[in-house]
């Protein structure tokens, strides 16, 4: 692991000579290397990101040369919205198997996740160009260029969007964690904290989240220098639950009767109230966006581990 760990910090800490011996492919024991990998690979499917990053790091330190544990650690890394360091192994696997499309599909991920959607295009296509009846590229390839077709405004306003949503959900799942569990240490009352994403919790900041379409429309606004209001918490909710809510509401009122008099007037008909008075009854709708498609970042986003 120690001689891992100094090949990850790389010329940032230490310059390597490649005439000294011995290099890599000397040191390599791929068959000491296959316990860890076992290891990392269960981890992974019990979704311990964390455990199995650190098996397959142990891995690589016996095996540098094996592309599966550079693809396997970036899963790892990208599961646990660590994008810039997937982006370094997924990387190092398309250098060590150039026409792999497993690798090439790695870095596009990466590649989304740090919010360069254009180059995460370019990696899909190359993915797809290595085996082009990939389902799992044609899909991911076709979220970038949701992204991409949008002005290069939107896709930084998005990019940061996305990025802060993660932050605010890790920050919640820590201090889910310090309320402690069942016969376990209680750091805090978490009966008294709000984590639904509105306000009143420790921080009493965040708000609630939005969804994808909400963000695309926040974030055209925001490129445009338009007007950036967002939707109130009662208000979060579908499409259809915005027609269902138009469909209950009033559209017509009963005019109020008149002052009595001596004698007393009679009672006249209702009227319909005006067009105007109709707009007023109706909820203010949801910025809505052109469509649902996932940014594929729900749990390990798909990422399965390698054999």
């Not at 990101?49 to 890394?77: I, K, M, Q």
């Not at 949008?150 to 201090?175: D, F, G, H, I, Y």
């Not at 950036?228 to 509401?249: F, I, N, S, V, Y």
Request: net charge negative; proline share 8%; with cysteine.
């Amino acid at each position: 692991v120690t001689l891992q760990k100094l090949r990850d910090e790389g010329p940032a800490a230490f310059a390597l000579d490649p005439s000294l011996a011995p290099d890599d492919a000397a040191l390599s024991d791929p068959a000491a290397a296959q316990a860890a990998k076992a290891s990392g690979g269960a981890k992974f499917a019990a979704k311990d990101f964390a455990g199995a990053e650190a098996c397959f790091t142990s891995a690589l330190g016996w095996d540098p040369l094996e592309p599966v544990l550079w693809s396997n650690r970036s899963a790892c890394r990208a599961a646990q919205h660590l994008y810039g360091d997937a982006l370094v192994d997924a990387d190092a696997c398309c250098e060590l198997k150039p026409g792999w499309s497993r690798a090439h599909g790695r870095r596009a991920t990466a590649l989304f996740g740090v919010g360069d959607y254009e180059a995460a295009e370019a990696a899909a296509v190359k993915g797809l160009e290595c085996e082009a009846d990939n389902k799992a590229l044609a899909e991911l390839l076709e979220t970038c260029r949701k992204e991409t077709r949008e002005p290069l405004a939107v896709q930084k306003q998005m990019a940061t969007m996305r990025a802060q949503q993660r932050s605010q959900a890790q920050m919640s799942n820590l201090l889910k964690g310090l309320g402690g569990g069942s016969g376990g240490p209680q750091v805090f009352n978490m009966q008294n904290f709000d984590f639904s994403g509105g306000g009143g919790n420790l921080f009493g900041g965040n708000k609630p989240k939005m969804s994808e379409e909400q963000m695309r429309s926040l974030a055209r606004a925001m490129a445009s220098g338009g007007p950036t209001h967002e939707a109130p918490a009662e208000a979060e909710g579908t499409e259809a639950q915005d027609c269902k809510a138009d469909r209950e509401a009033p559209t017509s009122e009963a005019a109020p009767p008149p002052p009595a008099t001596t004698p007393p007037a009679a009672k006249p008909p209702s009227v319909p109230p005006s067009t105007a008075d109709k707009k007023a009854t109706r909820p203010a709708a949801q910025p809505l966006g052109d469509g649902g498609e996932s940014d594929g970042e729900d749990d390990e986003g798909g990422i399965v581990a390698d054999e």
